[in-house]
């Protein structure tokens, strides 16, 4: 079983950045891809970011390319969302997840372990 934990969000303005962390023990981290997805009120939880296991390859959803970056720390067992420029429509709780099956990212179904989410809150 692998535990995943979520913390680093918050309320910001529009234009501000967060860095939301995943803390994750009790699996061999290094084995899986992982990514974050975020469900805002009344919507299907949506596809952010997903990193393969050397964090050599990432992925993006369109809707944050060029302002969100993923990265992880497989030494500290860690996987990290970086945002900037960020716009109320960002508003929503954050997850992220291990992914262990299937080749698309962007397919929660293909995640096993997710975490309890942290509630990211973008408003002036």
């Known amino acids: 079983q692998m535990q995943l934990v979520e913390s680093g969000g918050g309320l910001v303005q529009p234009g501000g950045s967060l860095r939301l962390s995943c803390a994750t023990s009790?699996?061999?981290?290094?084995?899986?891809?992982m990514g974050w997805f975020r469900q805002a009120p009344v919507k299907e939880r949506e596809f952010v970011a997903g990193?393969?296991?050397?964090?050599?390859?990432?992925y993006y959803a369109d809707s944050v390319k060029g302002r969100f970056t993923i990265s992880r720390d497989n030494a500290k067992n860690t996987v990290y969302l970086r945002m900037n420029s960020l716009k109320p429509d960002d508003t929503a709780v954050y997850y992220c997840?291990?992914?262990?099956?299937?080749?698309?990212?962007?397919?929660?179904?293909?995640?096993?372990?997710w975490g309890q989410g942290t509630q990211v809150t973008v408003s002036s």
């Open positions: 997840a291990a992914k262990v099956s299937g080749s698309r990212y962007y397919d929660p179904l293909n995640y096993n372990y």
């Open positions: 009790g699996r061999l981290f290094s084995f899986y891809p």
């Open positions: 990193i393969n296991q050397s964090g050599g390859s990432t």
